[in-house]
């Protein structure tokens, strides 16, 4: 059997997230949506190439990342670094159009593309404030 990790990410407006990541960073929707009684989005499930990840609204209760550090001190602090503190991963073939279209788009870029250990990277955070490292491998 394959292993396989596939992040899940919670998002509070999980249907906005799942546009604006296509648009953005260029994932497709792969699989069904979820929805409760009211009609909100509490699932779907997205892809970048061979890459997955699941989105999820975990409640009423639940605050992004950027909504937390708008109502949070430390969070502020913590997210005023240009680092991926929690977040995800992936490689792309062109880092240069990748970043050019997150952009465009209106994604935070937290870093340029630059050379990294791991080839050409660059890190961004989304319409929520999740963060993520884009990399093209030297390789």
């Known amino acids: 059997m ?11 407006d999980v249907g906005n997230a799942a546009a604006w990541l296509s648009e953005a960073f260029g994932f497709r929707e792969t699989g069904e949506r979820f929805t409760d009684p009211d009609g909100r989005i ?3 499930e997205l892809a970048l190439g061979d890459a997955r990840i699941l ?5 009423e209760a ?7 550090a708008v109502v949070c001190e430390h969070a502020r602090r913590w997210s005023q670094v240009p680092w991926v503190v929690d977040g995800v991963f992936i490689t792309v073939e062109d880092i ?11 994604a935070t870029i937290l870093r340029p593309p630059e050379d990294g250990p791991v ?6 955070a989304d319409v929520e404030g999740h963060r993520w ?3 093209q491998s030297s390789r």
């Open 42 to 44: 509490t699932h779907a």
């Open 55 to 59: 989105l999820g609204w975990p409640g």
């Open 2 to 12: 394959e292993q396989s990790a596939i992040p899940m990410i919670s998002y509070e």
């Open 62 to 68: 639940y605050m992004s990342p950027a909504h937390h």
């Open 119 to 124: 080839g050409r990277i660059y890190s961004a």
């Open 133 to 135: 490292m884009f990399a």
């Open 96 to 106: 240069e159009a990748h970043h050019d279209r997150a952009a465009a788009a209106g």
